[in-house]
């Protein structure tokens, strides 16, 4: 029982899903002396009650932790496993349905509440009856806020769909843009203007002319912007009368809500309360918490695991926090790249298609950055930032090679985050190209005018400096020194991880050089596929490795590769069930009637 147990904590630490923001660094070899010395009870290894004599009592077992205590341990596994089901497989389709604002979002809202507050009912049963093991303790202030965040979103969500009922409006004709915003009038209208253009505005060469889309080598894999269109526009009438009976059903079953006098006399009456400016101001929250619900709850999960095993004790906090912060930015930015491959941001170019033009999405979704500059701003701004944090963990103590290393680090992310926004600049790009376009070429006969004419790679970013940054770190942590052969191991294993990444993203880049995207759909590039899963995984092998859970992993004669195979077999079912998810929020759209 012990030994499954360990299992069960162990599992969970690895599993840590974190903050969007760092905060400090580890020190795993350069401050280790200096935290024994500073704290030598804060060592955090959970204890079994095996290791206890018979005659100490729990309560004086310091540090002990509620993965150790014997008692009511089936009222915690409870809790654990319904706040599983309400945050891991409730929430996210609530979310999706909301985003898609569907009927049934407020459904699954409240089935989640019902969920949740058993499994908070529970939690406060256990904590009422066992002894205080972890004090001051972030978890639970962590689970009551957002306990209460999640009662406001269920609140709006009833108000805005009563306002939708008593004015007849139907919200699931609101934020369809957000999965596929290219309507039909919308490419009819592109369509037009890009007759009127000349059309050697869509003639692309590469390296300054020695191939132009007349050459029949270009012929078959560069379609005309005409030609893209219509086929859009056939797919789309398509995808509108293959669902004509979705869209009929929804109607019919919104006609049998509406066609309840009570229910539409308590909604005149909700709207004759409630201003514009104040149903504005509820659609704003509302959104604002579906689009970060799932981050507060991957916060409670962090603090909910660390109070259970007892671990970050002291000034254990900081060694936790680097490793937690950031293996879970990584964990996010593979979710990001997974959601990227399944076609999210697809109005803003960032799903490996082509972006739309103003007149197909709104002039401020056309001015947001490409994807990698957003890549490389994150990366900027953590080397910009943490190169003052790097010392944290030994404050007051002198510096040592493995700080320098560590600021080193910094520095590369700094500098290569910014030659990345550089890239990406097209003001930039436009400085350099100045030389060639103000010289006599630029006036010269239109042979020659033709020639200058913008090469197809201005079309999609290439970006090599954001895998490229990940490639070094994971070489560099597959190589860093630890204070055990465990901990070594365990570093290396995500430090490979992001080496995997970054060369799936050098083919990815690969192949759209060869063969770029012509669709405003996304292209789905599979390499991208082994991205993301390199990417979560080796987030959370990277929270795994702190000091306190490699630890325990020695304590209780666990080998390195138990992380790794608990791992991989999460990453493999949570990439599924995010597909899941992502399918649901397209079949909710699909249900909902088109926009006019």
């Known amino acids: 029982m012990v030994h499954t147990r360990v299992l069960v904590l162990l599992a969970g630490l690895s599993l840590l899903q974190v903050l969007p923001r760092a905060l400090a660094h580890d020190h795993d070899i350069s401050e280790e002396g200096a935290m024994e010395m500073a704290m030598p009870t804060a060592h955090a290894t959970p204890l079994t009650s095996s290791m206890l004599s018979p005659h100490t009592s729990v309560s004086h077992a310091s540090p002990e932790s509620y993965f150790a205590y014997p008692d009511l341990s089936g009222l915690i596994l409870a809790h654990i496993t319904l706040m599983t089901i309400a945050w891991v497989f409730i929430l996210p389709i609530g979310v999706m349905l909301s985003i898609a604002r569907s009927r049934l979002a407020l459904a699954l809202q409240l089935s989640f509440l019902a969920v949740h507050s058993i499994g908070l009912l529970l939690g406060t049963i256990y904590s009422y009856n066992t002894p205080q093991l972890y004090e001051n303790n972030a978890h639970n202030k962590v689970g009551w806020i957002v306990t209460w965040i999640v009662i406001v979103q269920c609140a709006t969500g ?37 007759q009127l253009e000349s059309p050697d505005c869509y003639r692309y060469s590469r390296d300054s002319g020695h191939f132009t889309a007349s050459e029949p080598s270009r012929s078959h894999s560069v379609s005309s912007t005409a030609t893209f269109t219509q086929e859009e526009q056939r797919k789309l009438q398509e995808y509108g009368t293959d669902h004509r009976d979705d869209v009929d059903q929804h109607l019919s079953e919104k006609r049998g809500l509406l066609n309840n006098e009570k229910v539409e006399r308590v909604a005149n009456g909700l709207l004759a309360i409630l201003s514009g400016r104040t149903m504005s101001i509820i659609d704003t929250i509302h959104n604002a918490i579906d689009r970060t619900i799932l981050l507060m709850g991957f916060v409670a999960v962090v603090t909910g695991a660390a109070v259970y095993g007892g671990v970050f004790r002291g000034s254990s906090i900081f060694n936790g926090l680097a490793h937690t912060i950031k293996g879970g930015i990584f964990f996010w930015y593979g979710l990001l790249t997974l959601g990227r491959w399944m076609g999210c941001f697809v109005e803003l170019g960032w799903a490996w298609n082509v972006r739309p033009p103003v007149g197909v999405v709104s002039s401020r979704q056309a001015a947001i950055p490409t994807a990698e500059f957003v890549e490389s701003l994150v990366i900027f701004l953590y080397g910009s930032t943490n190169v003052f944090l790097e010392h944290l963990a030994a404050w007051g103590h002198a510096w040592s090679a493995q700080d320098l290393e560590h600021v080193s680090i910094t520095i590369m992310f700094f500098g290569g985050g910014l030659c990345g926004m550089l890239v990406e600049s097209t003001r930039i790009r436009d400085l350099l190209n100045a030389v060639i376009l103000t010289s006599p070429a630029g006036h010269g006969p239109p042979s020659t005018r033709a020639k200058l004419m913008p090469p197809k790679s201005y079309g999609f970013s290439m970006n090599p400096f954001p895998g490229l940054i990940i490639l ?22 995500w430090g490979t991880l992001f080496v995997g990444f970054a060369l799936a993203r050098g083919v990815t880049y690969i192949l759209t050089y060869i063969a770029p995207p012509t669709s405003y759909l996304p292209s789905r590039p599979p390499t991208e596929l082994i991205s993301s899963f390199c990417l979560i995984s080796g987030g959370i092998i990277f929270m795994a490795s702190n000091r306190d859970t490699v630890a325990a992993m020695e304590h209780y004669g666990l080998h390195a590769m138990f992380p790794f195979t608990v791992t991989m077999g999460f990453t493999a079912f949570l990439m599924a069930w995010a597909i899941v998810v992502l399918a649901v929020k397209g079949w909710a759209v699909r249900r909902n009637p088109w926009p006019k």
Do not use: C
């Open 472 to 493: 070094l770190l994971g070489l560099m942590m597959s190589s860093h020194h630890q204070s055990s052969m465990i901990s070594t191991m365990v570093h290396k294993q």
């Open 158 to 194: 009833v108000i805005r769909l009563a306002a939708s009922m008593g004015k007849g409006h139907d919200p699931g004709t609101e934020g369809q843009s957000a999965f596929l915003p290219v309507t039909t009038e919308a490419l009819e209208r592109h369509h037009h203007v890009d």
